[in-house]
């Protein structure tokens, strides 16, 4: 929101500069974001008075003008029709910027220079209103009073000299939505009392009672309504301060009347609405919730349609305005309107803001609604639009107010307790302080006894309720840089404190061993392929469909991470994330939508390999990744967290998204998968590499991981180191010639390593040769050859039973 | 002089004379077995260890060992010569060549930023604690004092995940307050960072999820005063020991009184740059006195205990403190940018 300064001083007395004033508020918590002078931009123009006009020698349409700019007189050529001896006109001197170039089809602006037109020289600019950026009229120049004096600054002459500063309004505050509000505000910084213009108004002797009637069918929703009616203005332009009082807060000049009402908006924070009163059947207004479905055409010409819980300004016939937000098209003031009906009311703030989230209007009026008006200011802001309307658009105003005002407000009472209110903010206030600053923000203390402040606060402070408000606004305006900064060492031990995770272990780990941590977006794109059977979250209202639907797997995020590098020539990715993924709970159907418990959140790892082991570097070997150095990693990390209760299945069914897959055991519970990117999945990212993946469980990893170390003695006697070379058919995996090694190794085998893997000739067809390095670790007593001889003896017999296998020889 | 220290000296000599005459992995081959296998020369002599009497044993065997290492790395380095590439071709090592490359990982500038931030706090005795990222409305807003249909709400454009709107994407790391408050009694001092949700257009600024911290300490007698000087501690703990810092009153809906934190720009000393906006000062994080209603909600009695929260934005941070213009580089994940960190 926009303030101007100059009107701020129409309510209270100040000498603050703007920066001072810009800082100072900004300290209070009323944000100044910026701030500028409306009047900069016309630094070089001045007030000119056209002393002769004589035709241009070489162009029928221009004209050659002397003009008296004060300190000189000027040549200048001017195109306009309306250009003549004797008028007052506004005059760009060179240098000055032009703000919107009338011949440029953009109106952009541009900077004025001596130059000759048609080879006459001119020395400046005559300027429309156009150019000036002052309104659209460009059909001539700007014509200014008879009374102007030559050679004065435009920004003076017009009063467009001010500052405006541009306002956060934190939500709490609707009171500072005003000129008013900000005033007050300001009586904290200048020990002043701001104040709102005295009303002088002439009533005729025709009441308002005996010309409009007002029925209230609604008084929760519509807590008061004032109304007035004014007679026999007449619409037209508001005068040239009240449009440069609005344009300066970036409201645009409508007509007199709207612009009165506006203007007093602005004033008081109180919004009001001027109805064509003949346009009012019966002159009468009714206030009720419209009809479902009903519609209704906004005063922006917009259908709308109603719902049950919309209030509705009505006539005796039809509506005539959406209470609170916008009048309707309807009852507007026209130029042919002479009787007004002016209302000022107070509307409950919920059922505003959900008719303005409803119907998707947000107006100066719903916002100042919605965060709660003074309730109080309602007939003042009537008489003061009737004042205005009198003095501007020369109407009669009627004698007296309507005022439905059924339940009065209390004002709050709230009883402050002096030593709380330095317990919490570590101050020493005293109790005299504290009556004083708080009587800067209009608070009027009540009662006082030995530990107790009590106070009224004032009407339009509906922000302040408890005793707690009040100890802000004391922090406030005692200032938060002038509390004490303390701290104190009182570090609590009785809970253990816990500041290291499995993550950090994890992310130390992998970033060691030359993984690349990322961060994927977890909203994503509808995914064009998931896991079976996995549903997933959806978002209702996503702002766009990139980020519409929560990951169900770190893939959905990953995969584009790993396009993205390529495209720019990373093809080598070692990369990891530790994210969360989202997922509706099976069974979980439409009525349990409203229920936390139907999402699930599931806290993963992702491991994502690509491209080369390494750089090819004459020294160093480099070959394409493959499934098993995927496997190395995930072997290396587990073992390191889960101290090897882990075991990898074949996973026939092989996933949508992952083939040649291996599903991962933690302590007997599937945690995830290992494999190679499916052909299908990785076409559909517009992935030519390979990619090998793995995504694990991280709640498992975490609760198989364990913390508590304990040792275990070193071996005392020397290990024995036997090679075994088997041949067997080549069906036979691995896993299960290692496991009936390990089976018949009776607890001695502390190392076992296939270092040779063999099909060819020397084995035959159908069969594959498995060389295997032992390692036997005795711990009871040296292990003789004998003893070791015989142990080999009994692992060769019993992969020969258990696989069908032949001892290699050599 | 002991007869095996002798044979030791001529098996040292022999060996020498043989590794230098073998030229190439045969002959080599040839002298490990003759000095080196598990019968070899060097072997025997240990044998013979058994042999002499045990008060010279000591010495010997400790002269014996020393043979074995000798021949060993000698034996090793020959054969490191011979197997040199062919292209190596001087004795002397180019030892301006490259080394082997190993690849070389580092974390994500968020984490590192969350990391650095919760070792300042941890330091101070605070836990790390989380919570869901999928929200109920009550953990998000109700319990958090902001009440329905206020324009408090409107602070924090929201994702929405049912359509009765109880359910949703948590907006900032508060929640996770209430959670720790209703799962501890005070004294409560804790930090928790995650993921938050803004239903925003995508900008150079703005992201539709990004990172915060929270923090929390309630016990008896905490005070504004206190809530300051931990802060201003975190700032000169992370933004260096001369930064000058001021609190603004603001409004949150969960903590009362409110403040904005703000720093002097670090990056043109507070003399106003582009960063700052011109204004010499940076926000750095908001935070307050947990407001009695939420102590409420939890079931604290807001008469013997009170606290402070505060939280701050993490990629806004890193963009700060790193120079990175556009936070989306955070996202893209290019590892061009993240090798940087």
Redesign the interface.
């Known amino acids: 929101m926009k303030i101007s300064h100059s009107w701020l001083k129409e309510y209270i007395r100040f000498s603050l500069s703007p920066p001072q004033l810009a800082a100072r508020l ?4 009323l ?1 100044v974001e910026r701030y500028e002078n409306s009047g900069a931009k016309y630094e070089k123009f001045v007030v000119g008075h056209v002393l002769e006009r004589s035709k241009h020698p070489h162009a029928d349409r221009l004209s050659v003008c002397r003009v008296d700019v004060g300190a000189e007189v000027l040549q200048i050529v001017c195109g306009a029709p309306n250009v003549a001896a004797g008028q007052k006109v506004a005059v760009g001197l060179p240098g000055a910027t032009v703000p919107r170039d009338q011949h440029d089809p953009q109106g952009r602006p541009f900077v004025l220079q001596r130059t000759a037109i048609r080879g006459v020289e001119s020395q400046g600019m005559i300027c429309s209103e156009y150019e000036l950026d002052l309104g659209d009229d460009r059909d001539g120049i700007l014509i200014l009073d008879e009374k102007a004096k030559v050679g004065r600054k435009l920004a003076d002459h017009l009063g467009l000299n001010d500052v405006q500063y541009e306002v956060e309004i ?5 009171d500072w939505l005003s000129h008013i509000g900000v005033a007050r505000e300001m009586q904290v910084l200048t020990g002043r009392r701001a104040a709102l213009p005295k009303i002088r108004l002439k009533e005729s002797r025709i009441t308002t009672a005996s010309q409009a009637k007002v029925h209230i069918l609604d008084p929760k929703r519509c807590r008061r309504y004032a109304a007035r009616v004014v007679r026999g203005i007449r619409v037209g332009p508001s005068p040239i301060w009240l449009q440069n009082r609005l344009s300066a807060i970036g409201i645009r000049s409508i007509n007199n009347v709207v612009d009165i009402t506006n203007y007093v908006m602005m004033e008081t924070g109180q919004p009001v609405h001027a109805f064509d009163y003949d346009q009012l059947a019966g002159r009468t207004i009714r206030v009720r919730c419209a009809d479902e479905g009903e519609t209704f055409v906004t005063l922006d010409g917009k259908q709308r349609i109603l719902r049950s819980d919309i209030l509705m300004i009505c006539d005796a016939e039809k509506h005539v305005a959406i209470a609170g937000v916008m009048g309707g098209a309807n009852s507007e003031i026209s130029a042919e309107t002479t009787n007004v009906l002016i209302e000022s009311a107070n509307f409950e ?2 059922n505003i ?2 008719t303005s989230k409803y119907l998707g209007m947000s107006t100066d009026a719903s916002q100042r609604f ?2 709660g008006v003074d309730i109080e200011m309602a007939p003042y802001a009537a008489d003061r639009v009737a004042q205005l309307l009198m003095e501007i658009a020369g109407g009669e105003v009627l004698k007296g107010v309507i005022d439905f005002y059924p339940r009065k407000l209390k004002q709050a009472i709230i009883t402050l307790r002096p030593s709380r209110a330095n ?5 020493r206030i005293s109790d005299q302080q504290m009556v004083r600053f708080l009587r800067r923000l209009n608070l009027r203390l009540t009662k006082r006894s030995k530990n107790l402040l009590e106070f009224e606060v004032p009407t339009y402070r509906l922000d302040l309720e ?1 005793e ?2 009040l ?2 606004e004391l ?2 305006v005692y200032g ?2 002038n ?6 060492t ?3 031990f ?6 290291r ?1 499995v993550h ?1 272990e994890i ?2 780990y ?14 994503i794109p509808p995914p064009k392929v998931d896991f079976p059977s996995i549903r997933a ?8 469909s990139e ?1 519409a639907v ?1 990951r169900t797997s770190l893939l959905h995020s990953a995969l584009p ?1 790993a396009k ?2 390529w495209a ?1 020539g ?1 093809r080598d ?3 990891y994330e530790i994210g ?1 993924v ?1 997922s509706r709970r099976n069974g979980s159907n439409g009525d349990k ?4 418990e139907s ?1 699930a ?1 599931e806290e993963r790892l992702l491991i994502l390999l690509s491209g080369r082991t ?2 090819p ?4 070997g480099s070959r394409e990744v493959d499934l098993f150095d995927l496997k190395g990693e995930i072997e290396a990390l587990l073992s390191k967290f889960n101290l090897d209760k882990y075991r990898f299945i074949s996973y026939d069914s092989a996933t949508a998204l992952i083939e040649s897959a291996l599903a991962v055991e933690i302590n007997g519970t599937y945690a995830g998968l290992l494999g190679k990117l499916a052909k299908s999945v990785a076409e559909r990212f517009d992935i030519e590499d390979e990619v090998f993946v793995s995504e694990l469980n991280l709640e498992l990893i975490e609760q198989a991981h364990q913390r508590e170390k304990k040792y275990r003695a070193l071996p005392r006697f020397p290990s024995v180191k036997r090679d075994l070379a088997f041949v067997v058919d080549s069906s036979i995996s691995h896993e299960r010639i290692e496991s009936a090694i390990r089976a018949a190794g009776e607890g001695f085998i502390s190392e076992l390593l296939l270092f040779d893997l063999y099909v060819g000739e020397q084995v035959g067809p159908g069969k594959k040769s498995l060389a295997y390095a032992l390692k036997f670790q005795p711990y009871e007593k040296t292990m003789t050859d004998a003893e070791a001889d015989a142990l080999v003896k009994k692992i060769v017999r019993a992969v020969e039973e258990g696989c069908g296998a032949r001892l290699r020889s050599e | 002089m002991n007869a095996l220290l002798e044979k030791s000296d001529q098996i040292q000599r022999e060996f020498d004379e043989a590794l230098a005459q073998a030229n190439d992995r045969d002959e080599l081959e040839r002298v490990r077995i003759r000095f080196l296998s598990r019968h070899g020369l060097v072997a025997q002599l240990f044998e013979q260890l058994k042999e002499i009497p045990s008060e010279e044993k000591p010495s010997v065997g400790k002269a014996l060992n020393i043979l074995k290492a000798r021949t060993l790395e000698r034996f090793h380095e020959k054969k490191r010569t011979l197997e040199r590439p062919p292209g190596d071709v001087g004795k002397e090592v180019d030892l301006t060549l490259p080394g082997r490359p190993r690849p070389i990982g580092t974390r994500h500038p968020i984490t590192q930023t969350i990391d650095e931030i919760r070792q300042i706090f941890a330091s101070m005795g605070f836990s790390i604690a989380y919570g869901p990222e999928i929200e109920s409305d009550y953990y998000n807003f109700e319990a958090l004092n902001f009440p329905p249909d206020h324009p408090a709400r409107d602070m924090q454009d929201t994702f929405f995940l049912s359509k009765g709107k109880k359910v949703l994407l948590r907006t900032h790391t508060s929640p996770v307050q209430i959670r720790t408050m209703e799962r501890q009694r005070p004294p409560v001092r804790e930090i928790m960072p995650g993921r938050v949700y803004r239903n925003e257009a995508v900008s150079a600024r703005s992201l539709v999820s990004f990172h915060q911290i929270e923090g929390l300490y309630v016990d008896r007698g905490v005070t504004f005063s206190e809530l300051k000087g931990t802060l201003v501690a975190f700032a000169h703990q992370f933004y260096g020991k001369d930064v000058q810092y001021r609190f603004r009153p603001t409004f949150f809906p969960f903590t009362e009184p409110s403040a904005d934190m703000h720093i002097s720009c670090f990056l043109c000393k507070g003399k106003g740059c582009r960063m700052c906006k011109y204004g010499g000062w940076l926000e750095i994080l908001g935070a307050g006195m947990v407001h009695p209603h939420v102590f409420k909600y939890v079931g604290y009695d807001p008469e013997k205990y009170s606290g402070f929260a505060f939280g701050m934005g993490i990629e806004r941070i890193a963009s700060l403190r790193y120079g990175v213009d556009d936070i989306r580089m955070f996202y893209e994940n290019d590892v061009r940018f993240l090798r940087q960190f």
């Open positions: 900004s300290m209070l918590g944000e934190t939500a709490n505050r609707g703030p919920s803001r959900r919605e965060r317990e919490l903010l570590g101050t408890e707690i408000d100890i802000e922090a406030r938060y840089n509390i004490e900064t303390e701290t104190r009182t570090i609590e009785s809970k253990p404190i816990v500041t995770t950090d992310r130390t992998l970033s060691g061993a030359g993984f690349q941590e990322i961060l994927g977006f977890s909203l979250v959806e978002v209702l209202n996503p702002v766009t980020a929560l991470v993205h590098n720019h990373e990715l070692r990369l969360t989202f939508d409203e229920e936390l999402y959140e390494a750089k570097q004459f020294n160093a």
